[in-house]
């Protein structure tokens, strides 16, 4: 991961066939899986070491505001496809877990420094260390960037500081707290249907958990505090404002989520595991821009089989029952069935649906929108939220093959899917007439489908690398905003060596061409807008990223518990120059090159 030379978790899930990753700005990554890729997207559950950062209040991850820093980070889990049945709602297109490095494996004082083109500054510092059964991790870091619209202005300034303390107990039992602090003053370009948002917020979280054996329990708390300023797109500056309902046009949340798990395993037999587990979660949402302070609670109780039925059989089983308040009572299923045609290659099924809710801003909005139209007095139309719409629902079906060549040096893998989308809920004025109210409503049907293949291969023993592709078609009933946009091609490839003392990494991406529904604003007004205005087109043009990284180690010298080392690294993001936008509403992107300094003592 840190040899990627990448600042942000979207751009190393690029090269995962099937993540579907745009770049709206500096600090705006709007990511999903297999097609299903939107503006403000909302069906990917993101964890931190289990614990979710999904800001269930808005259905949206804050991406560029990680409560880790890349250096602390071990491994990133990636699930494609409906995981409901044991993640819960916010799992709807699949789960992204990032996996943090324990004390153990990470002593020392880590340092890095990195700074380059668009304004970008990055540093970082990790201190990590064990006494006895105590082990504990500190860090913090500041990162600003410039706007790639306007590399004047400023589009992200953060600091983050957090750390976490573990207690072994006897035998395998363990005690874990964490807690952490950030702020971002700006953050700067959330972009949605017709506005832009610069937001000042601070966040902070704490947990504590207790788990020994087969069985866990932890609690947490995670709180988010912003000041939002809303810039309406260029287009409909002189026709329509936002404000909350007393005319105020600055935006003020405080949202907290509060949440407790259990889970505990038992192995009624050798070959089968299972799984069973529940979570409440209470969400409160207080902004002047809801009608009232909105909660929803949710209650989910879940079982898991994993049954090894012979050594070439395997079947995978579970189901989730969810309560919460805004719908009806949901059971979400999943299974799998794997066969091992020899020791080296097997076959894999699988089925699951997954549902999502609707969030507390899409049930308690209430702003208004004052029109000013040319010839006409004064008007105010209005979007409000409601509970009067049925949570979204996905099925999948998914195919899968994967084969080891060469002596486990070569790997395989093709996959096909189907999945069927309905009940999109999305903010609608359908009449036409720009003085109706807006308000969400359930839309239509999708269903997308397509394939990926792919290989990973060691080349050397200081050389490897990776190709895959994937092809996706969406069928569609859905009209207006919200119907599905999405690339048919993605083509990801690379290149990695580590030849002491040097390491480098090449990955290329290709990104077909796509369409983007617009605003129902911008059709409603259309009629409206000055002679000459020019109007953001729907369709976004494929584009080719080549992103390079080089490091040369200057200095290492073992020790008995780890290596302390330094070294050098010069990364560019965009080598070919390929200045694109990955979405019609989105900043041009260009190039940025930027110089690393990592030493850990």
Partial sequence: IRNSGATDIPTLLRQIPGMEVMQMNAVDFNVSVRGNNQLAANKLLVMIDGRSIYIDQAGITLWKHLPVSMLEIKRIEVLKGPASAVYGFNAFDGVVNIITKSPEEMKGTTLQVAGGQVGTLLTSAVYVGTVGNWGYRISGGHEQAQRWSDRSAPALNSQRIGGIAEYRLSGDGKIRAEAGVARSSPYHGLVNAVSTSDLNFSQAHTLVG????????????????SDTSVTMFPPLVPLLTQTDRFGRTDQNSSLNT???????????????????????????????????????????????????????????????YDLDTFIAPTLSPRGAIVYHLNSNHALRLSASVAYRPPTTNEVGLNILNPLTLPGLPPQISVVTGSSDVKPEQIISYEIGYQGWWWEHRLR????????????????????GNPLNPVRPVNGGVADVYGGDVGLEVLLTSW?????????????????????????????????????????????????????????????????????????PQERAPNYNLLNLRLGYLIWQQPTAEYVREAELAISVFNALNDNHREHPLGDLLGTRVMGWLTVRL
């Fill in 210 to 225: 207790y788990t020994r054996g087969d069985f866990s329990i932890r609690g947490w708390w995670h709180g988010l505090f």
């Fill in 258 to 320: 509060y949440d407790l798990e259990t889970r505990y395993r038992l192995r009624p037999f050798e070959t089968l595991t299972v799984n069973i587990g529940t979570n409440f979660r209470h969400i409160v949402n207080s902004a002047n821009y809801l009608g009232n302070r909105t909660t929803q609670n949710r209650l989910g109780l879940y079982a898991q089989g994993d049954w090894q039925v012979w050594p070439t059989l395997e079947l995978s089983a579970s189901l989730r």
């Fill in 412 to 431: 395989t893998r093709v996959t096909g899917f189907y999945n069927h989308i309905s009940d999109l809920i999305s903010f609608r004025n359908p009449t």
């Fill in 463 to 535: 050389l490897s690398g990776f190709a895959n592709y994937a092809y996706q078609e969406v069928g569609q009933s859905s009209t207006g905003f919200s119907r599905r946009g999405f690339p048919h091609h993605k083509v990801n490839a690379g290149l990695r060596a580590a030849w002491h003392p040097f390491t480098g990494e090449v990955l290329y991406h290709h990104v077909g061409a796509a369409s983007y529904p617009l605003a129902d604003a911008f059709t409603n007004l259309a009629l409206f807008f000055p002679a000459g205005t020019v109007l």
